[in-house]
């Protein structure tokens, strides 16, 4: 009964747990706080699946512990990182590597390269230019294979159905079908239209990796977007005057002229309302890094090879960073230390990721249009619970009502 409690905690601990089975960590807790394993083989996992998520579990263990805190997943010992003080430590002087490529191929049952940081960052630059040009695809299908992915870890039914395994693998294929067509087709042409697989092939990258880089950016972008846009939809029509101001610069830069890119890039408003949608939230609430050498954290010392969480949903409701946390309120990003902080996690600026950049550019077009034309109101008595996976969503479906504006 417990494996299979496990396997309905989320997504996200399967995904954790391919990364741990792939890197495995010292044993050493190197006298960082923390809890002991509630059981030999299993570790914390059984906490985990008291708390309802990962997410959850994180948010105790760091008002216990404090900022900097332990526990086990398995048998390996895990490090969560929980304000902006500890990351700033972490990020700047270690060595670190991202996990969220390794953890989807394996999942993909793709084989997981040892790429050097110059190739990595030459892919990463790729991405970008990818999705500069805009991301060309198709969302249902990509909703349709994340589903699978999901719902086999969520009901254990990947492993103990041949019905349901096959039905994962179908969309897999599926969808890889169209990736190969579509790279054997862009392969050594050029298009008036350039789509993301059009800077990958352009990267001079073998068709493998041309694959396996294009189903998990579009896996990674298709999710991200979807919950992005449900999130600040959703949050818009909670505040009357948040949506008033949104509309006024949407007719202010548009008017009554088509959206063009380049118009998109004044909507200064409207980007703080997508990045305190993703803060409120806690879009994406864990992220992951692997200790490559051995780092340090305040006077604590953490091993090699151990697989240090950054607990964003923790760090994105901290009042000490954010004031009146739960409070949906774009403004607050005219603070530009704000907007330094944010950018530090990985949500905008420099270091944000090219699936979220693809997200707001989607999220934007989508407002732009909405707002333009409609009052978004909410639900009378509508209770909104939310479920915290590898990204965050709403328990039940969401109900909104609207009215035309002209």
């Not at 189903?215 to 505040?239: E, G, N, Q």
């Not at 989508?366 to 909104?384: A, K, N, P, T, W």
Request: aromatic share 10%.
């Amino acid at each position: 009964m417990l494996d299979f409690a496990i396997f309905a905690v989320t997504f996200l601990l399967a995904l954790v747990a391919a990364v741990l089975y792939l890197y495995p960590a010292s044993r050493q807790a190197a006298g960082i706080p923390g809890i002991t394993p509630t059981e030999e083989k299993d570790g914390n996992l059984p906490d985990i699946v008291n708390s309802g998520s990962l997410h959850e579990f994180l948010v105790n263990l760091h008002e216990r512990y404090g900022p900097v805190v332990s526990f086990w997943f398995g048998r390996r010992l895990v490090v969560s990182l929980g304000t902006v003080e500890v990351l700033k430590q972490h990020i700047n002087p270690n060595k670190t590597s991202d996990p969220f490529e390794t953890m989807l191929k394996s999942l993909l049952r793709y084989q997981s390269g040892g790429a050097n940081m110059s190739e990595n960052h030459m892919r990463k630059k790729l991405y970008e230019s990818g999705v500069t040009h805009s991301l060309q695809s198709n969302f249902a299908l990509l909703l349709k294979v994340w589903s699978e992915i999901g719902k086999g870890f969520l009901d254990g039914s990947l492993d103990k159905s041949t019905t349901r395994k096959k039905q994962y693998e179908d969309a897999l294929l599926q969808l890889e079908s169209i990736l190969k067509k579509i790279i054997k087709e862009r392969k050594g042409k050029n298009f008036s239209q350039h789509i993301f697989i059009d800077s990958l092939v352009q990267g001079n990258l073998n068709d493998q990796q041309i694959l396996e880089d294009s189903m998990i950016f579009s896996l990674a972008s298709c999710i991200i977007t979807a919950k992005l846009c449900t999130w600040a939809i959703c949050f818009l029509t909670t505040s009357e005057e948040v949506q008033k101001k949104l509309y006024e610069e949407i007719d202010h830069v548009f008017g009554k002229d088509p959206i063009t890119p380049e118009k998109i890039e004044q909507l200064r408003y409207c980007r703080h309302v997508l990045c305190e949608t993703v803060r409120t939230a806690k879009l994406t609430p864990v992220s992951a890094r692997l200790q490559d050498i051995e780092g340090k954290i305040d006077k604590f010392i953490i091993p090699r090879e151990t697989l240090v969480l950054y607990a964003l949903g923790v760090i994105l409701q901290d009042p000490s960073t954010w004031p009146s946390p739960h409070k949906f309120d774009p403004d607050r990003f005219d603070d530009e230390s704000m907007m330094k902080t944010f950018s530090l996690l990985g949500f905008s600026g420099m270091q944000e990721c090219p699936e979220l950049r693809f997200a707001y550019m989607v999220a934007t077009v989508l407002l732009s249009v909405l707002v333009r034309r409609l009052h978004l109101l909410s639900v009378e008595g509508q209770l909104i619970e939310t479920k915290y996976e590898l990204v965050t969503s709403s328990k039940e479906e969401t109900w909104i009502t609207v009215s035309k504006r002209y």
